[in-house]
């Protein structure tokens, strides 16, 4: 069960964000400000916001989802994400990465003509926007078992404190909300829940007592699965606008390779702690009706009080890290690919405007789309 205590955590934490977006909103002068930070972070700031971006949910959730059903093979969805980010550190020495551009259908643009920059901006708002609206399911369901709200009242809960500090700060807020949101995943989802799963399970050789011998194999999920997870996940991290938004934001080419490089070390280590947490909870909870509740069960099971809810506003960290970065660069695409095209002269004030109304515009849109899919 979910404390008061815990519910009471959460809310601090919700409060720190939202309080990080309005320090942030003195920041946001210019257009480049408020889409990639001035490009400005330094090496600790920019590593902690593009590990945070790219873990989300489905690291978080959905790789503890897979160890609990297949053992160790839940590493091959956080596994992949690291070496895609892995492989975007080289692409980072690409003429692209020293343009002065905002989003990556402009680069397209500058190289192949203004017909590819508005497939290649169509292609990227599907892609942005589906992102953003998978995180808010998951933020939906994250929510709604700590509060004990219906999904639907979650999922508006959520859209609507990622909106606020977006819209209130934009790129500078999420930088700064990355690193609360960074320090707040490591304490809970990569020292504590696996420490205490540990414990709770009898350390490695109860894990080992206790699961069958498919649990730790590798290749437990079969092949096919794993060259699935191969082509859908590490193409999408390569050429996606919310991380190469964020690659925008380093202070320099070099802090932007060195950066990307830190976080893809960091979040193969977040995937092995995610595959503990999976294990763990299935050892102790070998049944569980819904296996996508594996993660927020592992919580309740082996987390005391005002612990659980430190653990689950890491996890809500962690989706809320992903969800911000596909609301805004859906707002970006739309800003600088459709708008800005035709209407040059917007620039300063009125394109921060344009911009805070676009992420309004896509935030209701992908709370929506979230309450129909469920």
């Known amino acids: 069960m979910i404390s008061a205590i815990d519910i009471i955590v959460c809310i601090a934490y919700f409060a720190i964000v939202i309080g990080v977006g309005i320090f942030a909103f003195r920041k946001a002068k210019s257009k480049e400000d408020f889409l990639v930070a001035g490009r400005s972070l330094p090496l600790p700031m920019f590593t902690a916001a593009m590990a945070a971006v790219v873990i989300g949910g489905g690291c978080t959730i959905g790789g503890t989802t897979l160890a609990y059903e297949s053992g160790i093979g839940g590493i091959w969805v956080g596994g992949m994400y690291a070496i895609s980010i892995f492989l975007l550190a080289w692409l980072l020495r690409t003429k692209m990465s020293?343009?002065?551009?905002?989003?990556?259908?402009?680069?397209v643009g500058i190289f192949y003509?203004?017909?590819?920059?508005?497939?290649?901006?169509l292609i990227m708002l599907i892609y942005l926007f589906m992102i953003a609206v998978l995180n808010v399911v998951s933020i939906g369901t994250v929510?709604?078992?700590?509060?004990?709200?219906?999904?639907?009242?979650s999922m508006i809960i959520g859209g609507c404190i990622i909106v606020a500090y977006i819209t209130i700060g934009g790129m500078w807020a999420v930088a700064f909300t990355d690193i609360i949101q960074f320090i707040v995943m490591t304490i809970g989802v990569i020292l504590i829940l696996p420490i205490l799963g540990l414990i709770h399970v009898g350390g490695f050789s109860g894990l080992e007592a206790s699961?069958?011998?498919?649990?730790?194999?590798l290749t437990a999920i079969g092949n096919s699965r794993i060259v699935a997870y191969i082509f859908l996940l590490v193409p999408g991290f390569l050429v996606g606008q919310d991380i190469w938004q964020k690659a925008f934001t380093a202070k320099s080419p070099q802090?932007?390779?060195?950066?990307?490089?830190?976080?893809s070390g960091y979040i193969f280590i977040y995937a092995i702690a995610t595959v503990i947490i999976g294990m763990c909870i299935a050892a102790a909870v070998p049944n569980l009706e819904n296996t996508n509740?594996?993660?927020?069960?592992?919580?309740t099971t082996f987390c005391p009080g005002?612990?659980?809810?430190?653990?689950?506003?890491?996890?809500?960290?962690s989706i809320m890290s992903t969800a911000n970065g596909g609301i805004i660069g859906s707002a970006t695409v739309i800003f600088n690919?459709?708008?800005?095209?035709?209407?040059?002269?917007?620039?300063?004030?009125?394109?921060?405007?344009?911009?805070?109304?676009?992420?309004?515009?896509?935030?209701?849109?992908?709370?929506?789309?979230?309450i129909f899919i469920q």
């Open 306 to 317: 005002g612990v659980k809810g430190l653990v689950l506003a890491a996890a809500l960290a």
């Open 211 to 217: 699961l069958p011998a498919k649990s730790f194999d």
């Open 337 to 370: 690919d459709m708008i800005a095209i035709k209407k040059p002269e917007l620039d300063g004030k009125a394109a921060i405007k344009t911009t805070r109304i676009l992420i309004v515009i896509v935030s209701i849109c992908a709370v929506t789309c979230a």
């Open 255 to 263: 802090v932007a390779k060195k950066g990307t490089l830190l976080a």
């Open 143 to 153: 929510l709604s078992i700590m509060t004990g709200l219906s999904t639907t009242a």
């Open 113 to 121: 003509g203004p017909y590819a920059r508005a497939v290649s901006a």
């Open 98 to 107: 020293n343009m002065r551009i905002l989003s990556t259908n402009e680069g």
């Open 293 to 299: 509740l594996a993660f927020a069960t592992a919580a």
